[in-house]
């Protein structure tokens, strides 16, 4: 019997993506912004698509299905119920969303099949079938299909796809039953881009920025939050007050009424952050969290599963995963590590494998991601052309050598490029396009906040860590693999705050020296954890032994291989270029070392960081 390809693709909203499913397992997965260097890139995702057919070795025609993850018709429909329930508030952002959806989006079957057959270099009719999976739906499969558990409750929690905002359903073997779920304009995603939007921060990509400076804030503005701008029940279901929000009639996300609430207009892009700032985001922060747990507590009690899933764009709310890991009733979770649109890809051809065709799934306590190492990979030729392109000067050292050279490196304070095997899929660098440095370091987080990366000061960096060694730095005993988990420093490698310390607020505690190891600890004594897997990431997890046996410390910093507002780098030419455009003092690509200081002179101008726009 012949293998059954399946193409999943999402697109023309945020973080356009393809995956390719050959019997129900991954080929591959990528993001459509990785290959044209364009950030949340929403495009017809084809650089994507023509990586997935080649890396599976298939062509377009010989597809069984080709899906898309979600349903725009029914997207329309709400849109246009919207515009009319809100007339004449909403008729500037009707005009504005119109022409796009009459011309494009209303005609996407259409479009989806020339932009498919023109790729495949084939006729619209030769194409296979092409089928159209719910938004959510989509969501909900990549969380379970792809999970250890053999039956789990799924929450998918997002701003809002076609109708839904937040849904809850039961995965069992290869069935995912909806159970209820809350619509449009009710939505825990636009609440917390309603307050990324207010702090001055960027929709649909500074969420992180919010949670990052929560902890540096006081949520003193948790019970208006509560009291005025959501309803939220015991149960964990809520609905906001529409007469603050602007999303629904206008083309910004808050208005002059939520001005009034707050104390004043939106902080300006690219201002100083003040203190206020800061205590919103611990606010929104601790709402968030309280929404979250609250539903996971009711998911618990309806379906009475010991394992929860998790996907849509505030699963990648690690600091709300890690409460319900710690205090919430289930055993484990388990969340889908490309969260966000670019993961409704995977999902929808999940769906079309198991509940379509009726395959059934194979579980053995390991989830199908595969370390989410889904990307395009470079051999040692492809490495080699792509820097002699550029003039760089570089060594190929064997393993043997290599390793103990970057763990001595590391520990001398240099900063290191790692690009090695295959890319990640989603928003995280997992150890194969990262950015590395010593977490003992007390000047590593600002070196890397300002020389390498040129963003927020205040901005924290995760920790990689040996898997058998995460619960001897942090109170967490579980894997996680995807950096999706915040967990508190250990006790004993904290080092105590003086009663002068205590005294500082916000900004101020930012250079003081929290732990062992400050480069990972953030001011809450919290880190993003990452654990490191041998079966996933031997390369990594080889480097990270070597430094363990160096320096007795099993853990390394790791940050995305890109500067602000780039995607994370792809090839060793992305990799090459992001290396002169910084002050990182290493690269080193698969077995290619090279050193900054033996490089030719980097004759591009100052003007490069206009090339991406700020996040």
Not at 200 to 206: D, Q, R, W
Not at 247 to 263: P, Q, R, S, V
Not at 473 to 487: G, W
Request: charge should be negative.
């Amino acid at each position: 019997m012949s293998d059954t390809n399946i193409l999943g693709i999402s697109a023309y909203y945020h973080d356009s993506a393809a995956a390719l499913l050959r019997d129900g397992e991954i080929v591959a997965a990528a993001q459509q912004e990785r290959f044209t260097r364009k950030k949340h890139d929403a495009g017809f995702p084809g650089d994507a698509i023509e990586y997935c057919l080649r890396e599976g070795n298939v062509d377009l025609t010989c597809l069984k299905h080709i899906v898309f993850y979600d349903k725009p018709l029914v997207k329309f429909e709400r849109l246009l119920e919207t515009y009319l329930s809100y007339a004449p508030k909403g008729l500037q952002s009707f005009l504005a969303a119109m022409p796009i959806w009459l011309k494009e989006k209303l005609y996407l079957k259409t479009t989806l099949r020339r932009e498919l057959a023109e790729l495949g270099n084939c006729k619209v009719s030769e194409l296979p079938q092409l089928m159209f999976a719910e938004h959510h739906q989509s969501h909900a499969a990549s969380a379970f299909y792809f999970s250890p558990f053999q039956k789990a409750a799924v929450l998918c929690l997002d701003g809002v796809g076609e109708w839904a905002t937040t849904s809850a359903w039961l995965g069992e073997n290869n069935q995912l039953t909806p159970l209820w779920e809350i619509d449009f304009p009710h939505s825990l995603g636009l609440l917390y881009s309603a307050f990324t939007y207010y702090t001055g921060f960027k929709v649909n990509s500074g969420e992180y920025k919010l949670m990052g400076l929560a902890p540096y804030g006081e949520p003193k503005y948790k019970s208006l939050i509560l009291d005025r701008l959501l309803d939220l029940k015991e149960d964990g279901t809520f609905k906001l007050d529409m007469q603050y929000f602007n999303y629904c009639t206008g083309l910004t996300m808050t208005n002059a009424k939520f001005d009034e609430l707050f104390g004043g207009p939106p902080r300006k892009s690219e201002s100083e952050v003040s203190q206020r700032e800061m205590d919103i985001a611990a606010s929104i922060q601790k709402v968030t969290e309280e929404v979250v747990l609250r539903l996971s507590n009711t998911l618990h009690k309806e379906t009475g599963t010991e394992y929860l899933c998790l996907a849509g764009g505030v699963a990648l709310n690690c600091v709300a995963n890690g409460r319900i890991l710690r205090e919430g009733p289930f055993k484990d979770i388990w969340i889908q590590p490309a969260a966000g649109d670019a993961g409704g890809a995977l999902g929808a051809a999940a769906i079309a494998w198991h509940e379509y065709i009726g395959s059934a799934r194979k579980v053995n306590g390991t989830d199908a991601m595969r370390g989410s190492y889904l990307g395009p990979g470079f051999t040692p030729q492809q490495i080699r052309e792509q820097l002699d392109a550029h003039g760089a000067k570089y060594s190929e050292i064997a393993d043997e050598e290599l390793f103990p050279k970057l763990a001595e490196l590391l520990e001398q304070e240099n900063v290191i490029g790692w690009a090695q095997g295959r890319m990640e899929f989603g928003p995280r660098a997992l150890g194969a396009r990262s950015i590395l440095g010593d977490p003992r370091s007390a000047k590593m987080q600002s070196l890397m906040n300002l020389k390498i990366k040129y963003r927020e000061s205040f901005r924290p960096f995760a920790p990689s860590v040996l898997d058998s060694q995460v619960g001897k730095y942090f109170e967490q005993d579980s894997p996680s693999p995807y950096m999706l988990i915040v967990a508190p420093v250990r006790e004993e490698h904290r080092i105590p705050l003086t009663d002068e310390q205590q005294k500082l607020f916000g900004i101020e505690r930012l250079n003081l020296k929290r732990s062992e190891l400050p480069a990972i600890t953030h001011v809450d004594y919290s880190a993003r954890v990452q654990t490191v897997h041998e079966e996933t990431n031997p390369r990594f997890h080889r480097l990270l032994r070597e430094f363990d046996a160096r320096t007795g410390c099993g853990m390394l910093v790791n940050t995305s291989f890109n500067v602000r507002g780039e995607p994370i780098v792809c090839t060793p030419a992305d990799a090459y270029r992001c290396f002169m455009r910084t002050e990182m003092d290493y690269l080193v690509i698969e077995n290619f070392l090279l050193d900054k200081r033996n490089q030719p002179a980097w004759d591009e101008i100052e003007a490069w960081q206009e090339e991406f726009e700020l996040d």
